[in-house]
């Protein structure tokens, strides 16, 4: 079945504890991207790459880093997370190959808790 | 700077009912519009997408939007609710200029009713 999985799906962690949110797809896509989802403030993109080690900044990427060393998985991490990052995250993934509108397929969210 | 705006956060609508959830933008450049339906404890999924072309795009389940260039919009509407449509409603665009960037609005929560 072709999907995009996050894991894990639930965090509870204290501040400055270093994670790692991974994501992955099995669609072969080139593009994938990390957003957050906040009340009142809909979805916004932390960071997206188009392909293996090409990624680039989205509307909010402070606080986090990404690598793209594999075509199939694009980790979130947050070295030293603070409770405003407390959200919920989606990863998507898109065809890509340069072209403009390429359905986004997103994962199932991961909700964070920094304490 | 992009901005995408939904004005309505819900939207109660009895079903069989038409609805429309309003979305505008602002930007200085062209773009691409996105609807996506966000269903409870769920994902995003595409619902529609307008690229070029006829400004009247129809999507899944129902679904179409109107691209309306001099009032920058991009509302959707269904002419008959179901039940199964309560969710809530994401307006998206990109810019012609870096289609990998998106911006969504704040979200819609459309809540059907029997």
């Known amino acids: 079945e072709a999907q995009v999985t996050q894991n894990p799906r639930y965090l509870i962690t204290v501040t400055g504890k270093k994670l790692t949110v991974t994501c992955s797809q099995n669609m072969n896509h080139e593009y994938m991207s990390w957003y957050r989802q906040d009340p009142g403030l809909g979805l916004r993109q932390i960071y997206y790459?188009?392909?293996?080690?090409?990624?680039d900044k989205g509307d909010v990427p402070e606080g986090y880093k990404v690598s793209r060393k594999e075509k199939r998985n694009f980790p979130l991490i947050l070295e030293s997370p603070s409770p405003n990052q407390t959200s919920l995250y989606f990863c998507a993934s898109s065809l890509g190959r340069s072209r403009p509108g390429e359905t986004q397929y997103f994962g199932p969210g991961t909700r964070l808790l920094v304490l | 700077a992009q901005s995408v705006t939904q004005l309505d956060s819900q939207v109660p609508v009895f079903e069989e009912a038409p609805v429309e959830l309003r979305c505008n933008y602002s930007?200085?450049?062209?773009?691409?519009l996105f609807w996506y339906v966000q269903y409870p404890n769920q994902g995003l999924q595409l619902l529609l997408k307008y690229l070029s072309g006829s400004t009247l795009v129809k999507g899944i389940n129902g679904f179409e939007a109107e691209f309306n260039k001099s009032q920058t919009s991009f509302h959707l509407r269904k002419p008959s609710v179901h039940i199964s449509d309560t969710a809530e409603y994401f307006c998206a665009v990109s810019r012609f200029d870096n289609f990998n960037k998106f911006y969504f609005g704040s979200g819609t929560k459309l809540n059907v009713k029997p």
């Open positions: 930007s200085s450049v062209s773009v691409y």
């Open positions: 790459s188009m392909n293996v080690e090409v990624t």
